[in-house]
Structures are given as structure tokens and as C-alpha cells.
């Protein structure tokens, strides 16, 4: 199946500092493509639609300020999460695909001090 | 507002069959998936249902009812491996997918 990576796969930053996350779809282009957040036995959130070449599309309580996302080209999305407090220490996972199967990268797990 | 719920735990043993049922209330549906996520790791997908009816492959096989807004998935031939925890997503508008509750499923030897 088509293959989604994701780096860094952990980070530890300190309060206040922003905390930059790749997501690639390797072998294939993806116009679209997906950034989920998913707190500790929790189900997994949207967050925004990254879109390549125009701006994201953010879910309803999502600070687009405070979660950039840059679609730059068809096979790589980032997710900036700026000033990082210890809330938004989660498991961000970001996916791409096709209307039947979206392919899910393995995740970036978060810890803010 | 939109809402996916599912049981939040199940428990069989090996070789048992389970159900893990979803009811569904979103502003769009073009269809149901089902993926399943083992602790620490990234959903994986496992069925997809755009129609009425059951689907199959192999020990997995989902269900859809588009008019009771309802699906299902069963798993048989239970493996402890199965253990993991298992969402189903509706396919809203734009491809993007709003995930379930989750269920957490125990297989026990």
C-alpha cells in the first residue's frame, strides 16, 4: 500500500518554543492531506485539510495561528505548532489518500515542558 | 454537530467472533471505513463501505445500513494480535474523515 512517513516521530521542546512536523507521501502525489490530533486513549481529532498550493482549511476550535500548516508541493505538508505550552503535548498524525483509504504516517508524539 | 459512537470496550477470546457496531450522525456521508490501531502506533485501514450491504475480506467483514445510519464491523477467528483498538470514520466532504469514539478490543487466550 501507498506509504505516509512523518519526522520528527517524537520531540521534546520546552514551553514557548514551535516545533516544526514533516509529512510525505512517498510514493505517490497528494493534493490534499490530513493532520489529526489524539490525546491518551482518546480518538483522533481533525485538525485541519492541508492543501497544496492554497491555504488550509481549519476545524471549528483549531487556532490557525497557532497550528501553521504549508502545503509547499504535491508529496510533503508541515505542521508548526508555534509557542508550544504544555497542552498541546498529543500524538499528531497527519494522513493522505484517495476516497476510499486514507493512508496514515506513524506519527509525531509530542511532549511540551 | 456530527457524532460517531461506538462501545468504548469489547473483550473475546481467541477463535471467538466479535461485532463492533457504529451509529453515525454527520452533515455528509459518502461512506463508512473502519481502521484499526494497535497502542502507540498509526491507524491502519481496514474496509470501506460506500453502499448498503456487507463486506468481506478475509477474517474482517463491515456492514453499512445508510437508512438506519448504522455499520458495523465483525471480526472472526479472533487472534491475540486482533487486541487493539478499532474506529470507525465517515468519508465526509472533501475526503476527510470524522473518526469515531473508538472501541478498544481485549482478545484473551
Known amino acids: 500500500g501507498a506509504v505516509v512517513s512523518q519526522h520528527p516521530s517524537w520531540v521534546i521542546c520546552k514551553s514557548g518554543t514551535s516545533v516544526k512536523i514533516e509529512c510525505r507521501s512517498l510514493?505517490?502525489?497528494?493534493?490534499?492531506m490530513f493532520w489529526y490530533r489524539q490525546f491518551p486513549k482518546q480518538s483522533l481529532m481533525l485538525m485541519a485539510t492541508?492543501?497544496?498550493?492554497?491555504?488550509?482549511?481549519?476545524e471549528q476550535g483549531v487556532e490557525k495561528d497557532k497550528f501553521l500548516i504549508n502545503h509547499a508541493s504535491l508529496t510533503l505538508s508541515t505542521l508548526t505548532v508555534t509557542s508550544a505550552h504544555p497542552e498541546d503535548s498529543s500524538f499528531y498524525i497527519c494522513s493522505a489518500g484517495g476516497e476510499e483509504t486514507q493512508y496514515f504516517g506513524p506519527g509525531t508524539r509530542l511532549l511540551v515542558l | 454537530g456530527q457524532s460517531l459512537e461506538q462501545p468504548s470496550e469489547v473483550t473475546a477470546v481467541e477463535g471467538a467472533i466479535v461485532q463492533i457496531n457504529c451509529t453515525y450522525q454527520t452533515s455528509g456521508f459518502y461512506g463508512l471505513s473502519w481502521y484499526q490501531q494497535h497502542d502507540g502506533g498509526a491507524p491502519t485501514f481496514l474496509s470501506y463501505?460506500?453502499?448498503?450491504g456487507l463486506e468481506e475480506t478475509g477474517r474482517f467483514s463491515s456492514f453499512l445500513s445508510r437508512s438506519d445510519s448504522y455499520g458495523y464491523l465483525l471480526l472472526q477467528e479472533l487472534q491475540m494480535k486482533d487486541s487493539a483498538s478499532y474506529f470507525c470514520a465517515v468519508r465526509s466532504y472533501t475526503d476527510k474523515l470524522i473518526f469515531g469514539t473508538g472501541t478498544r478490543l481485549q482478545v484473551f487466550p
Open positions: 492541508s492543501n497544496e498550493g492554497s491555504k488550509a482549511t481549519y
Open positions: 463501505n460506500a453502499l448498503d
Open positions: 510514493d505517490f502525489q497528494a493534493t490534499t
